[in-house]
């Protein structure tokens, strides 16, 4: 599809937005601004009232939008990323259209073709959107907890629980990255993942090192080893919460992996099992 063309109907959606806004501006001069219905909105524009809806959101922050102190709408790319993660939720990647991703979105599909030039692209911009967030956030705060100097072993069983909270908070999400690992038989499907891996092993073995340093300990000759270990570990103790959640336990389960781990595998000595 032309790109000017795609442009063009972004352009038609902002002016729809106005219109509507000026409608509501209209229909409010005699009355609460939130007293005032889709449909009459729809009839002063000639839009259908689910668009009015789509481009004005609820009724009750209808008097702010005349005021001026609505919150700002979303980037019109971010607003895509935010259907697409709830519509690739709901449908799965192989079940969702880019059409059901453009309407959840108040978009034409030329608008998300403006933006992402195929499915696998968008998915690929959800998937860089969520490793951002790790690093922005959620690395950050593992490494304020690693400045209080607290126990090694109980600050990896905290950093450990952070993730799974994150996984059992929104489980979706690697329902969805489970499922779009089996397109990795495209070449550019596979070497995106492995880039995305790679990012996150780096990232870890970051972390791990810095671990070390706090405590004045010789960072492990090689942490994107142990990193790639704990990525392995907390993938396939996630893939089996979500085939087995009544067995498999993440809360209770994960502090105890981590104790056997520290102590290592070999088996105890009856001396050690009197203690």
């Not at 933006?115 to 956030?137: G, T, W």
């Not at 780096?202 to 340093?213: D, P, V």
């Not at 960072?219 to 080893?225: N, V």
């Amino acid at each position: 599809m032309n790109r000017s063309a795609n442009h063009t109907a972004e352009l038609d959606i902002h002016e729809a937005r106005q219109r509507a806004i000026q409608a509501l501006r209209l229909l409010s001069s005699g009355k609460a601004a939130a007293d005032v219905n889709y449909g009459e909105i729809a009839a002063e524009t000639g839009l259908p009232w689910q668009t009015v809806k789509r481009l004005l959101g609820p009724r009750e922050d209808f008097a702010s939008l005349l005021d001026g102190d609505a919150p700002q709408p979303l980037d019109t790319r971010d607003r895509i990323l935010e259907s697409a993660a709830r519509v690739f939720a709901q449908k799965s990647y192989q079940g969702a259209s880019l059409d059901e991703v453009a309407a959840d979105a108040g978009l034409t599909k030329g608008a998300v073709y403006w933006h992402f030039k195929s499915k696998n692209d968008l998915f690929f911009a959800l998937l860089d959107s969520r490793f951002q967030q790790e690093y922005d956030q959620h690395l950050p705060e593992a490494l304020a907890r690693e400045s209080a100097h607290v126990d090694p072993k109980d600050s990896m069983k905290e950093l450990l629980a952070g993730v799974l909270e994150r996984v059992k908070h929104d489980p979706d999400w690697p329902r969805l990255f489970l499922e779009f690992m089996g397109q990795a038989r495209d070449p550019e499907v596979r070497n995106r993942l492995s880039s995305a891996y790679q990012d996150s092993w780096r990232m870890s073995a970051g972390l791990i090192t810095h671990q070390h340093q706090l405590r004045g300990q010789q960072p492990p000759a090689d942490p994107e080893l142990l990193a790639v270990f704990w990525s392995a570990l907390m993938d396939g103790l996630i893939l089996s919460w979500l085939i087995n959640p009544e067995r498999i336990q993440l809360d209770s389960l994960m502090p105890r992996i981590v104790d056997m781990l520290w102590q290592g595998l070999a088996p105890q000595s009856p001396e050690s099992t009197k203690e």
